[in-house]
C-alpha cells in the first residue's frame, strides 16, 4: 500500500477523489480484475462508509460524468486523484488511447502539462518493475 496522505483530505474531497477514479476506470469500456483490484485498494484508503463504498462500486456501472466527479475537488485533490489514476490505469499494464487523454484532460484542470502526465507515467512504470524484482527475489512467478 502507499504510504499516502489521501486520509487527510475532507470526506467531501475522498468522495470526489473515488468518484473520479470510478469514472477513469470505466471510461474505456471495460473495468479489468487489476483495475478492479487497484480500486478497491484506494476505497480502503478512502476512509468511506461502507455505504458510500457501495455506491462507488455502482458507479463502476453508471459512471458519472467527469464534470460531476470533480465537483468540490482542489488541486491538491485532482493531483492525488490523477496520480492514482496513473497507477490504475497501468495496473493492466497497458494504457488505452482514451485513459490518456482523460488524464491529460484532467492534469490540464490543475496547470500540470502531458509531459507531467508522461512523467506520471513513467513513475508507474518503474514502480511496477520494481515490484517485478521484488517477485523475482522471491521466484514468484506472476
Known sequence: MLHDILHHLSPAQRWSHAKLLAHLAAVDG?????????FEQRLGASLLSPERKV????????????????EGMDGRAVKLALRDA???????R????????????IADRVGMSEKQV?????????????????YDLLAIDV
Open 30 to 38: 471495460k473495468v479489468g480484475r487489476d483495475e478492479l483490484a487497484f
Open 55 to 70: 455506491q462507488l462500486r455502482e458507479s463502476l456501472i453508471e459512471t458519472p460524468e467527469l464534470e460531476e466527479c470533480m
Open 86 to 92: 496513473c497507477l490504475m490505469a497501468l495496473a493492466d
Open 94 to 105: 497497458d494504457i488505452s488511447d482514451i485513459e490518456k487523454l482523460k488524464l491529460i484532460g
Open 118 to 134: 508522461d512523467d506520471l507515467i513513467d513513475w508507474v512504470v518503474k514502480g511496477y518493475h520494481w515490484m517485478q524484482e521484488g
